[in-house]
């Protein structure tokens, strides 16, 4: 047989989202701690153990005390992103979706997000500071560079509604992930996507970018927009005007556009 041990309680410190999704299947995040998972070892044992006429069993672990949760069958499996042990390093990881044999004896917790055939794009409220990093790292302390997007965004936000915008954030999930993405604002108004930066390096818009694009995909946006504490250099401008992206920075009391 084959054995694998879940800790849903502590697990996400290590990377680790396990629980049920919505198709009724449990998610067993595999072996691996750090590095991307591969398809070796325990992985490859319970890939296989069909194949090698072995039953897959499975144990909830609580501490140095264990409970049988019973026996279960891969149905299928995918790699999606996670953070190593005791870092923010993003590494891929595998995902076993597993199907119970017998009625399982304990509650167990739900996956955060299902993957899903199709994107899924919902609006939430800017008080949710959820960030894709915060998402797969909860346990984490935000950056001084995180707290000056924060304030940037706080105060483009207030802007906004003074002009009387609607003004919230997007949450999108694309085809076949789980580790769901935010925007930092979306202005419902003009339908503008929005990614704030905490300074005008080349890396940060550069990230920006990325960012906004890959955003872009799943959201009807009109206009996509960096937000950046102080005017970019002129190469940095030409580079973003060629993706068709605008930077919005600080000019006294108002915001400027180039």
């Not at 906004?160 to 202005?187: I, K, N, S």
């Not at 995909?217 to 970019?232: G, Y």
Request: glycine fraction near 8%; proline fraction near 7%.
């Amino acid at each position: 047989m084959v054995l694998f041990f879940t800790d849903p309680t502590t697990g996400q410190r290590h990377g680790y989202y396990d629980g049920w999704d919505n198709d009724g299947l449990f998610n067993y995040v595999g072996e691996g701690q750090t590095g991307d998972q591969r398809l070796v070892q325990g992985n490859k044992s319970i890939l296989n153990h069909v194949a090698d006429g072995r039953s897959l069993e499975g144990f909830l672990a609580s501490g140095p005390t264990v409970t049988y949760l019973g026996e279960f069958r891969l149905v299928d499996h995918y790699f999606t992103d996670a953070h190593e042990t005791g870092s923010d390093v993003m590494r891929q990881v595998v995902v076993f979706r597993l199907q119970p044999l017998n009625e399982i004896p304990v509650a167990m917790p739900h996956a955060p997000f299902t993957r899903e055939p199709t994107p899924q794009v919902a609006v939430v409220p800017v008080e949710e500071r959820n960030t894709e990093r915060a998402f797969v790292t909860p346990n984490r302390e935000p950056y001084e560079l995180e707290r000056r997007e924060a304030d940037l965004v706080h105060r483009y936000r207030e802007y906004l509604f003074r002009l009387g915008h609607e003004v919230q954030r997007l949450r999108l999930l694309p085809p076949g992930e789980t580790a769901p993405l935010y925007c930092d604002l979306w202005d419902l108004t003009t339908r503008t996507l929005i990614e704030a930066k905490a300074t005008v390096s080349r890396e940060h818009l550069r990230t920006a970018v990325g960012q906004l694009l890959d955003y872009g995909r799943f959201a009807d946006a009109n206009e996509l927009v960096v937000l950046v504490p102080s005017r970019p250099r002129s190469d940095l401008l030409a580079f973003l005007a060629s993706v068709d992206i605008t930077a919005v920075y600080p000019a006294g009391d108002g915001w400027e556009r180039a």
